[in-house]
């Protein structure tokens, strides 16, 4: 199911910038002293939920931890030329900014919900979720872990309910 049309100028800035977005993540991490590789991945389908699947852009290889773990970009054209901080006072948008100061994806964005769902079907312990607003801006990289009581008392029980 679409929501908008799906072949809106918003999906295809997203879709001619996805790449530029990983070359990002992986200079950024590179900054931080942190080698990664990034493997493109298709649809995973889910072994313990037939019918539930994922899209990730990427699997991540980061040789500061152990286990491999998932990257989502997010190419927002309206938030294109900004910084994570100018997005932030766009109270619409899907990352807040603390009173501290940090950003963060917010625990009610559907992207939440979507990062969640595919840390359960491709069985990750984490995903980068990586906002990219330009190549003339810093891109904002959030390490989200599976938050398991929220999966299975939450998100799963309204799925459930969804699709019976």
């Known amino acids: 199911m679409f929501y908008s049309d799906p072949?809106?100028?918003?999906?295809?800035?997203g879709k001619v910038n996805e790449h530029n977005a990983i070359e990002?993540?992986?200079?950024?991490k590179k900054a931080?002293?942190?080698?990664?590789?990034v493997e493109s991945v298709g649809m995973i389908l889910s072994k313990d939920r037939p019918g539930f699947?994922?899209?990730?852009?990427g699997i991540v290889s980061d040789s500061s931890v152990d286990?491999?773990?998932?990257?989502?970009?997010?190419c927002p054209i309206s938030k294109s030329n900004m910084t994570a901080d100018e997005a932030c006072s766009d109270n619409t948008f899907y990352l807040i900014k603390d009173k501290n100061g940090n950003i963060n994806l917010k625990k009610n964005a559907n992207y939440f919900y979507q990062v969640l769902g595919q840390m359960y079907v491709a069985k990750l312990k984490w995903v980068d979720f990586d906002v990219w607003c330009g190549p003339e801006k810093n891109i904002f990289v959030e390490r989200i872990y599976?938050?398991?009581e929220m999966w299975f008392e939450n998100c799963l029980l309204k799925l459930d309910l969804f699709y019976k």
């Open 67 to 74: 286990k491999k773990g998932g990257l989502e970009v997010k």
């Open 146 to 148: 599976f938050d398991s």
């Open 32 to 37: 931080q002293g942190i080698d990664v590789s």
């Open 7 to 13: 072949h809106s100028a918003a999906l295809s800035y």
């Open 24 to 28: 990002a993540y992986i200079d950024y």
């Open 53 to 57: 699947g994922a899209s990730l852009d």
